[in-house]
């Protein structure tokens, strides 16, 4: 007797899939303010890291706040930067610390490592098959949703400057560079805050 397991059957489009998910959640309660006006509710996450199992949470959180309702800002620093250089430009900086700091971890969205079990490429490759498999919104797919839902990523001005990395570097749709001290105010208003 052969057993099988069921799979769930793909959708057509998962980020199609994710967005009608996200408009059946009950709708966001708006904070009364002094004076009878209602402030947005928003979420401010700071992402450090440029890996494939800390970007993708980044990407799903932010989208689904944003598709919830919640504006939501993404502060994006140090290693966490590199995803967000376009995929064609293979190396950055003016020195060569800063070139081989980039030849040795690649920039861009579809270029990510695993922090465990990367195996000289194979983790991210097993993890991208599963991914289609089950029909689950890649990296780059999340990216765009976000953009679309207007999440608004902030670039790590001290990290653009450590690594070299310039404005036009930059995918398209980023936000004015910022520092720590901007993105601390950010997050005490913020009713929510998270570091990935």
Not at 115 to 135: D, E, F, S
Not at 179 to 188: D, K, R, Y
Request: proline letters at 7%; aromatic letters at 8%.
């Amino acid at each position: 007797m052969t057993m099988t397991a069921e799979r769930p059957s793909p959708a057509a489009d998962p980020l199609a899939a994710a967005v009608s998910d996200a408009e059946a959640w009950p709708e966001p309660t708006a904070r009364a303010e002094p004076g009878g006006s209602e402030k947005v509710t928003e979420m401010v996450i700071v992402n450090w890291s440029g890996e494939l199992d800390r970007i993708w949470p980044t990407l799903i959180l932010a989208s689904a706040a944003a598709a919830s309702g919640v504006r939501c800002r993404v502060f994006v620093t140090f290693w966490g930067l590199l995803p967000f250089v376009r995929d064609g430009v293979r190396i950055t900086g003016d020195n060569w610390m800063q070139r081989m700091l980039s030849f040795m971890q690649r920039p861009g969205i579809d270029h990510l490592k695993l922090t465990k079990m990367n195996l000289i490429g194979m983790g991210p490759w097993m993890i991208g098959k599963l991914r289609r498999q089950y029909n689950i919104a890649s990296p780059r797919e999340l990216l765009a949703a976000c953009e679309a839902l207007g999440v608004e990523f902030i670039p790590c001005q001290m990290s653009m400057d450590m690594f070299g990395i310039r404005r036009e570097d930059l995918i398209d749709g980023m936000g004015e560079p910022a520092g720590a001290a901007t993105t601390i105010a950010l997050m005490t208003k913020a009713e929510a805050s998270l570091f990935i």
